[in-house]
């Protein structure tokens, strides 16, 4: 069976690497005042290309920036749409464990739609012009701005009617997506953990006791996605990966993917799905039953929150127990999330990371050719 020529690859990764002590204290310096902005970014920029090195070296073909240049998965990218601004707040969806990261609320300020730029694509042409594999980008899916907070993320003041606010925010992500397509990218990834939230039962009562139906919100998730990528260039590849909160090693969420799988494999158009499957709290792979031909599933058996490296007969055990609801063809391999969602990163070493990156890579030419 042959490897693949375009994303998803076989081997392949969620985003987020451990940041380096030398990242970690420039960030440190430039928020006390000790280097300018400017001596930061040089930093980042050294750092990046080094990271870019170590990838390429352990054989992976999809390369990120680590999200290096990032606090967070997903505040760093809302924040920066224009019509967004950001209030501290008070957490609204906890990870089990008592160290919590810093919330911060990003919230509708004005209409939203006049988008012109991002400072993101800008990160994408660096990572491109150092790499001489595929340079993959990753940004929140479109439900990040509201599932935590609904109508405190969406004052009604601003859209009394939440099927404009879905519309103008699909409409500005679709803007986002064709910025990146123009730059060259050609490999986009869609971070979607709320359909995963939707699958745990405390999650869904939340929802429900801010009086919102939360079979309708997947509706509305699904539509903005569709409309943020219904028109991208015919060879470009767009990804969602789903997971279940990824914090210093904790989570958020547990619960198998059955209330989503259809409408999630069926109904958004993307040509992937990363999926966490390294613990009980993911279920099981019946749900890949729905998985339509064409449309590839990166089971992510591998975990990234501990640094014990797994078997890798266990891994092709489980991959043979997946491929009894989707054809071996339309599986990859890859950790379960990033390593390190926001900049503190999961609680394992840098050599951990790579040592399982490199197993990932040996076992997909193992299974897969």
């Known amino acids: 069976m042959p490897q693949r020529t375009r994303p998803p690859f076989r081997a392949d990764q969620v985003g987020s690497l451990l940041r380096p002590a030398a990242l970690k204290q420039a960030r440190a310096d430039r928020a006390s005042g000790a280097i300018s902005a400017e001596q930061l970014t040089a930093i980042e920029d050294r750092e990046i290309e080094a990271l870019i090195r170590k990838q390429e070296a352990v054989g992976l073909k999809s390369i990120t920036d680590g999200e290096f240049r990032r606090k967070s998965w997903q505040t760093d990218f809302i924040s920066a749409l224009p019509g967004i601004e950001t209030v501290p707040h008070q957490r609204k969806v906890s990870f089990q464990g008592g160290v919590q990261p810093q919330q911060v609320l990003t919230r509708v300020a004005r209409k939203l739609g006049d988008f012109t730029d991002h400072p993101m694509i800008g990160h994408f042409k660096f990572l491109a012009a150092h790499t001489r594999e595929t340079p993959k980008m990753t940004?929140?899916?479109?439900?990040?701005?509201?599932?935590?907070?609904?109508?405190?993320?969406?004052?009604?003041?601003?859209?009394?009617?939440?099927?404009?606010?879905?519309?103008?925010?699909?409409?500005?992500?679709?803007?986002?997506?064709?910025?990146?397509?123009?730059?060259?990218?050609?490999?986009?990834?869609?971070?979607?953990?709320n359909l995963t939230y939707l699958c745990d039962e405390k999650l869904v009562q939340k929802i429900r006791d801010r009086g919102e139906d939360p079979a309708a919100l997947l509706e509305a998730y699904a539509g903005m996605i569709n409309t943020a990528i219904a028109d991208i260039p015919s060879d470009m590849a767009i990804t969602m990966h789903l997971c279940r909160g990824n914090f210093r090693s904790t989570f958020i969420a547990a619960g198998g993917y059955e209330p989503v799988a259809d409408a999630m494999f069926n109904a958004i158009n993307v040509h992937g799905y990363f999926m966490?499957?390294?613990s009980e709290r993911a279920g099981g792979f019946e749900p890949l039953r729905f998985v339509p031909?064409?449309?590839?599933?990166?089971?992510?058996?591998?975990?990234?929150?501990?640094?014990?490296?797994?078997?890798?007969?266990?891994?092709?055990?489980?991959?043979?127990?997946?491929?009894?609801?989707?054809?071996?063809?339309?599986?990859?391999?890859?950790?379960?999330?990033?390593?390190?969602?926001?900049?503190?990163?999961?609680?394992?070493?840098?050599?951990?990371?790579?040592?399982?990156?490199?197993?990932?890579?040996?076992?997909a030419e193992e299974v897969w050719g």
């Open 139 to 193: 940004i929140p899916s479109p439900s990040a701005l509201h599932f935590r907070d609904g109508r405190e993320a969406v004052p009604a003041s601003v859209y009394p009617d939440m099927n404009e606010f879905y519309r103008d925010l699909g409409t500005t992500y679709r803007k986002v997506v064709n910025a990146f397509a123009g730059a060259g990218c050609r490999y986009l990834q869609l971070d979607e953990v």
């Open 276 to 278: 966490e499957f390294d």
């Open 293 to 363: 031909k064409g449309k590839m599933v990166v089971l992510g058996l591998v975990t990234s929150k501990t640094g014990q490296l797994e078997s890798k007969d266990e891994i092709r055990r489980r991959i043979d127990e997946a491929a009894k609801y989707v054809p071996l063809d339309q599986l990859c391999l890859s950790p379960q999330c990033g390593f390190a969602s926001t900049e503190e990163g999961n609680v394992l070493a840098e050599e951990e990371q790579w040592a399982k990156l490199r197993m990932i890579v040996e076992l």
